[in-house]
Each structure stands twice: as C-alpha cells, then as structure tokens.
T-cell receptor, first 115, second 112 residues
Framework: GAGVSQSPSNKVTEKGKDVELRCDPISGHTALYWYRQSLGQGLEFLIYFQGNSAPDKSGLPSDRFSAERTGGSVSTLTIQRTQQEDSAVYLC?????????????FGSGTRLTVV | DAKTTQPNSMESNEEEPVHLPCNHSTISGTDYIHWYRQLPSQGPEYVIHGLTSNVNNRMASLAIAEDRKSSTLILHRATLRDAAVYYCILRGVGGSQGNLIFGKGTKLSVKP
C-alpha cells in the first residue's frame, strides 16, 4: 500500500485478556519498528525488525509483550494478560532499510484501552 | 546514545518564518540529524534529515552548524497546520543508536 497501515484503529479490552495489534508496512520496506505513546507522554521504542528477525527487543516492557514478523512484511504485536497501564497508542513505522540515512514512515496507530 | 536539547515550547505567527533550535554537543561524526513532527492525534511524520551540509525539501530547511553541535529546523512560512511537536533526533550506527529514540521535542504553537 501507499502507507503504513495499522489495525484495528481502536481496541477496548478487558483487563487480563490478550490482544493482537497488526501492522502492514510499506511494500518493500525491510525495517519495521513498534513504539507506544501513553497519554500525554513521549514515544517509547519497543522493538525493531530487520526482515523477519528482531535484532533489538530492548524496549519491550515485560514478557507479556511479544512481536513477530512474517514474510518480511506484516507484523503482529501481542500483549498477553493486559493491564491498565498497557493503555496507550501503539505506533508502527517502516523504513526502506535500517540505515541512519533513511527516514521512517509511521502509521496512524492503534489506540488500546484496557478497562 | 547521543542526546539532543530542544526548548519545550515555541510560538509563532502565521505566515512568518519559524526557527526551531536543537543542541547536540555530543554528536559523533557518523550521526545523522533527523527531524520529525507529530500533529495532534497523529503518528509522527518525517520532516528532514542531514549529516553535514544544509538541506532543503518541500517541507522545511535544515541548517547545520559548522561544528555540527547544533542545528536549526526552518519553516519558511508557518501555517496553522504546522502546529505540532517537533523532534530533533540523532541516528548513529550500531545497536539501538540506529533506531529513532524520541525525546520530549518542542511544541510549536502557531497564532493566526
């Protein structure tokens, strides 16, 4: 597609349930990134994929968070046993390559609300 | 990771130029200077980036000091749509420095 697509755009879930957030990067972009942004806060880096592998998972907040990428394209961020502090906007970005000389294109995000 | 320092907020009048400063005194020779902006309720948007020379594109200009310890994002004629948080970020090689690490940025307000 023309841009980075994320789904769903909004998700309300009950505390303790598992959720899956999806990201479709720009076709041909090899690098993919997940961030989250809590209300009124800055962007927090979660994980980065190069192809299907994740060289940098340093930002995942706990073992309840996991992510995968298949076919060098779609990525899924899974949050198990959701907690209220997981409520945030989850943003995905992609880049043609993982290079400091390239910019990122961000999606519009998934707003997750845990009740 | 190399750090950047930006003012928390700035104000501008519509149709006037805006100069957004960024200090990065610990920049290394291979760090690129990237600028992104985030409009309300949207994901961040790439604005411009550079290494040593000044850069221009349809959105903005980036002026980089000769010693590279500071840079300035220039919006030539601010519009109401330019009201956003502007992030100045250094991207270096290796490890997490290759990823964009966002700070607090500068919140730009544009008055009609």
């Amino acid at each position: 597609g023309a841009g980075v697509s994320q789904s769903p755009s909004n998700k309300v879930t009950e505390k303790g349930k598992d959720v899956e957030l999806r990201c479709d990067p720009i076709s041909g972009h090899t690098a993919l990134y997940w961030y989250r942004q809590s209300l009124g806060q800055g962007l927090e880096f979660l994980i980065y994929f190069q192809g299907n592998s994740a060289p940098d998972k340093s930002g995942l907040p706990s073992d309840r968070f996991s992510a995968e990428r298949t076919g060098g394209s779609v990525s899924t961020l899974t949050i198990q046993r959701t907690q209220q502090e997981d409520s945030a906007v989850y943003l995905c970005a992609s880049s043609l390559v993982q290079s400091t000389n390239y910019g990122y294109t961000f999606g519009s995000g998934t707003r997750l609300t845990v009740v | 990771d190399a750090k950047t320092t930006q003012p928390n907020s700035m104000e501008s009048n519509e149709e006037e130029p805006v100069h957004l400063p960024c200090n990065h005194s610990t920049i290394s020779g291979t760090d690129y200077i990237h600028w992104y902006r985030q409009l309300p309720s949207q994901g961040p948007e790439y604005v411009i980036h550079g290494l040593t020379s000044n850069v221009n594109n349809r959105m903005a200009s980036l002026a980089i000091a000769e010693d590279r310890k500071s840079s300035t994002l220039i919006l030539h004629r601010a519009t109401l749509r330019d009201a956003a948080v502007y992030y100045c970020i250094l991207r270096g090689v290796g490890g997490s420095q290759g990823n964009l690490i966002f700070g607090k940025g500068t919140k730009l307000s544009v008055k009609p």
